[in-house]
């Protein structure tokens, strides 16, 4: 189904030909495992934990041929997919440059966990290519960015980290989870591996943790191999749940993009925002890049206030619509300080160095209707007055 347009792929790209027993739905196989039927490979057996039921086969061509790749593999939750990837592709002794800014637990996992494997690591500032030829080591094998970095939704030079990778014969890495295939398709712009927290909006209803990467045939392969030992694999409701979800992807994709982007408006001009960071705005430093790159801006954005950080939690608390809670994503909209949630496994000043402050508020803006929130974000602003 390479051919169709994204809206088609997310229904029914994967499906099973013929439809089991005529189901419209995939079906739920809630089984551990399979009668045997003389596999020959251990990898081949049907288990649950081998990421091979019907569930989990349905999930990986329906996400492959979404973000035009050859394979996918879903996993247990975002953090298993990019844990697994990078232990994959990195070996004791290698060396792997990562974009500075990252979501808190992939720079925890960098930072604090990869050092245990062996694995070095150096930061590259994702939008000055011509510095990162200095950090490369003989043993560099891989780089690692985000689309829209999580929280300041910076937009790395990534055709040059691409290029880069590809000169340097090195891997390239890249967690699309804020842009999704609606918005960039990464392959297609020459990364190696593309990266989902499925949780978010893949799924889009806050009611499962999942996650998924996507390459060549060889290197999912590999990464499967992994993952079965590890075990970070997804149950068969949750896959269940994440393909129902990801049916809606194409439509909420356009209300969170339109949103978003009136609401990214609508607070760089209010004379109590002292900083809003959206790429689809014309003063974002990465919008150039982001409109020739990007079909859509997204539903993220962090903002900062006049005032400290009681400002910023006197606002948050006056917000009606907007559920205080961490992750994103969901067709609900999400509120929350990245200092108390998603980020704080950082210290302040790693936090400070990033440019992350304490008053630093993240949206993840819902499907609510835009004026709703609008005036919901205008009274939450004459609290502080």
């Known amino acids: ?6 809206e088609t792929k997310v229904m029914h790209a994967g499906e ?3 439809r089991v027993r005529g189901a419209v739905c995939m079906p739920v196989f809630q089984t551990a495992m399979f009668e045997y039927t003389g596999e020959k490979s251990y990898d081949d057996l049907r288990y649950i934990r081998l990421n091979n039921t019907p569930n989990h ?14 394979a996918a593999l879903v996993t247990a939750s975002g953090m298993a997919a990019i844990t697994t990837a990078l232990l994959t592709v990195l070996s004791a002794g290698d060396h792997i440059l990562a974009q500075s800014c990252l979501y808190g637990g992939t720079h925890d996992f960098v930072t604090r966990d990869l050092e245990k494997y062996g694995i070095s690591y150096d930061f590259i500032d994702g939008s000055r290519p011509e510095t990162w030829n200095d950090l490369l080591r003989p043993k560099t094998r891989a780089i690692y960015v985000e689309t829209m970095t999580n929280p300041l939704l910076e937009v790395a030079d990534l055709e040059a980290v691409a290029d880069f990778a590809r000169e340097k014969e090195i ?10 295939p609606v918005n960039f ?8 591996l593309c990266i989902h927290s499925c949780t978010k909006y893949l799924n889009g209803h806050s009611d499962i943790v999942a996650g998924a990467v996507i390459g060549t045939k060889q290197l999912i392969g590999k990464i499967t191999r992994t993952l079965n030992h590890l075990g970070g694999s997804l149950d068969p409701h949750a896959c269940f749940l994440l393909e129902r979800g990801m049916k809606t992807l194409a439509v909420r994709m356009r209300q969170h ?12 001009k209010h004379p109590l925002a002292e900083r809003v960071n959206y790429p689809g705005l014309p003063s974002h430093p990465g919008y150039s890049r982001a409109v020739k790159l990007f079909k859509g801006f997204g539903g993220m954005l962090s903002f900062e206030l006049k005032g400290d950080v009681e400002a910023a939690e006197r606002f ?28 704080a496994g950082m210290s302040p000043v790693e936090r400070k160095k990033l440019g992350i402050s304490d008053r630093l508020i993240r949206l993840s803006v ?7 929130l609008l005036e919901d974000l205008e009274l939450a602003m004459h609290s502080l007055s």
Do not use: C, Q, Y
Request: cysteine-free.
């Open 257 to 268: 993009n339109e949103s978003a982007l009136r609401i990214a408006g609508f607070l760089e």
């Open 185 to 192: 398709r990464p392959l297609e712009a020459g990364f190696d």
């Open 171 to 180: 891997i390239s890495i890249i967690d699309n989870t804020f842009a999704t």
């Open 1 to 6: 189904m390479s051919k169709d347009r994204i």
């Open 316 to 343: 948050i608390k006056a917000l009606k619509i907007p559920i205080i809670a961490p992750s994103l994503g969901g067709v609900e909209s999400l509120v929350t300080r990245p200092a108390t949630t998603s980020h």
């Open 16 to 18: 099973t030909v013929p």
């Open 57 to 70: 086969e349905v999930l990986h061509a329906r996400i492959a041929d979404l973000e035009n790749g050859e």
């Open 366 to 372: 819902g499907i609510e209707a835009t004026d709703d």
